[in-house]
């Protein structure tokens, strides 16, 4: 089979590549230079769309609508753009061998790509329960989200299962933005998960416990501290109960299951150093491997604000890591440097008519502020995560946009605080007054 060259590849076609893409043209490519290998069919789009508008049952969101760069105000990148730009897509195209020593890839189909420099922008693959031997689990109608595959797999049971019950196996992202959907789409929602509370790795018991009452008022009904451990089928091989350790069982016509993601680091296993289980790189997003960077959920990172190594599984950073590294490939051929990654994380959700914004980091104490009162007419708090007498992380709840701009300012300038119960009265003033 026919062989390539080219100076750049970017293996994996979603966020971090078509911020990558961007921020090449934008830089100076010539035709022919830079190509991206994806799995997926389609141009990089904004993946965080899946779990929200597109599963809408009114006014979806569909490509070509939501191409990247559209999640972050920027141009839209239709398949056209990447072929005046001379960037060459290669969709449905499956890497399953990387040789960094030899600068070679090889697809699924047997194609061998060439390159000069490589950009790792393989993002993370879903847990699945199967994956822990949970009894029943590759029953049909059990779902898991990472691609528009799975989405529109999602859309076609939904129409096809109208009125049903729908089982949400985990409380973090995709279960809380899941269960939001599938209720908004008019199905039966139940909730399960092993923790306390939901999003534990970010919520406190304050600010779950205001989630988890707005859902139950949408009829969510939620079940905690325990987990699935078996699933029931028909006939027809579709699931229909849902074992619970507790030993409950839960009638259930689909299930959605979203325990976690894994960096999918695989095909360069032993041939490049990896730390808290991604791709170790520098403050330019290079890799322990002479040409080779590593972009998005992938890498593990030095975040300067927190003096410390760390990996992300956010959007935000898939963007920023991308135009990161791609300035210093630039940048290191044409002589110039550029300043080191300095991150200030930054999560969000948005569920119903819900939206919040997280930055910095959840260490230390805590002090909660604001109005979470479910029957307010419009609810606004959060939170402040306080370590060594400073504030290092912020959140909030239906935060305008200059409210957001004063909470992640406060999670990047880590001011001193001296009072917590003075805080929490002062609340979101604080941010303001920085
Ligand atoms: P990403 O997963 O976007 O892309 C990886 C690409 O690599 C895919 O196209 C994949 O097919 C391809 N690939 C992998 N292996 C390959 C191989 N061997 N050969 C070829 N191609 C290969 N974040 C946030 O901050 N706010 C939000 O609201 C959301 N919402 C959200 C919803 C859903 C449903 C998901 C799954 C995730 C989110 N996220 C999010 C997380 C965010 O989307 C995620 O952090 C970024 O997409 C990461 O970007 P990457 O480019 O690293 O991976
Ligand atoms: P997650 O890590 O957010 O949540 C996993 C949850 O699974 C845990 O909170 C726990 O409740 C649950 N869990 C773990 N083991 C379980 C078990 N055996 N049975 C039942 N529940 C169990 O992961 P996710 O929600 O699957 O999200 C996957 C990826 O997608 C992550 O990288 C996430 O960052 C990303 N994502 C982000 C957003 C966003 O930022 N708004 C939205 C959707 C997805």
């Known amino acids: 089979m026919a062989e390539k060259h080219f100076k750049y590849v970017i293996i994996g076609g ?11 043209a934008k830089q100076g490519v010539k035709p022919g230079e830079l190509a991206i290998i994806s799995k997926e069919a389609v141009a990089p789009y904004e993946r965080p769309a899946l779990s929200k508008a597109y599963l809408f049952p009114e006014g979806a969101a569909r490509l070509p609508g939501f191409h990247v760069c559209v999640g972050s105000g920027g141009e839209r990148l239709l398949p056209e753009w990447y072929t005046e730009k001379g960037i060459e897509l290669i969709l449905s195209t499956e890497i399953v061998k990387a040789d960094l020593a030899s600068k070679t890839l090889i697809s699924a189909a047997g194609a061998t790509f060439k390159y000069d420099i490589l950009v790792i922008a393989t993002g993370s693959s879903v847990i699945k329960l199967s994956d822990f031997g949970v009894q029943g689990a590759d029953a049909k109608n059990i779902f898991y989200l990472r691609e528009i595959d799975d989405a529109d797999k999602l859309v076609e049971v939904i129409k096809a299962k109208k009125d049903g019950k729908v089982v949400i196996v985990g409380g973090g992202y995709i279960g809380l933005e899941l269960g939001a959907t599938m209720k908004i789409n008019n199905l039966d929602v139940i909730m399960v998960y092993p923790e306390p509370w939901c999003m534990p790795r970010l919520f406190t018991a304050d600010l779950a416990a205001f989630y988890e009452g707005y859902y139950a008022k949408k009829g969510i009904k939620i079940i905690k501290g325990t987990v699935a451990v078996g699933f029931d089928a028909d006939a027809n091989g579709e699931v229909k109960a849902v074992k619970l350790k507790d030993g409950r069982v839960l009638d259930a016509d689909i299930v959605v299951v979203g325990v976690g993601g894994r ?10 150093e990896e730390e808290k289980g991604g791709i170790k790189t520098d403050g330019f997003f290079k890799t322990s491997v002479p040409d080779v960077y590593a972009i998005g959920d992938v890498a593990t990172f030095p975040m300067k604000l927190f003096n410390d190594m760390r990996r992300v599984e956010h959007v935000d950073h898939a963007r920023k890591s991308a135009e990161q590294a791609v300035k210093a490939i630039k940048g290191s051929e044409e002589g110039k440097s550029i300043d080191e990654y300095d991150y200030l994380p930054y999560f969000y959700s948005r569920s119903f008519d819900l939206s919040w ?28 995560w306080i370590k060594d007498g400073k504030i290092v992380g912020a959140f909030l709840e239906a935060g305008t946009p200059e409210e957001n701009k004063a909470i992640a300012k406060v999670a990047r300038l880590q001011p001193l605080v001296q009072n917590l119960d003075e805080l929490a009265k002062v609340g979101l003033t604080f941010a303001f007054n920085i």
């Open 357 to 384: 914004q997280f930055y910095g980091d959840n260490v230390g104490d805590t002090v909660f502020f604001g109005d979470s009162d479910l029957e307010s007419t419009q609810p606004k708090f959060g939170s402040y």
């Open 263 to 272: 960096p999918l680091t695989t095909l360069f296993k032993g041939q490049v």
């Open 14 to 24: 979603g966020v971090a590549a078509g911020y990558a893409a961007r921020e090449f």
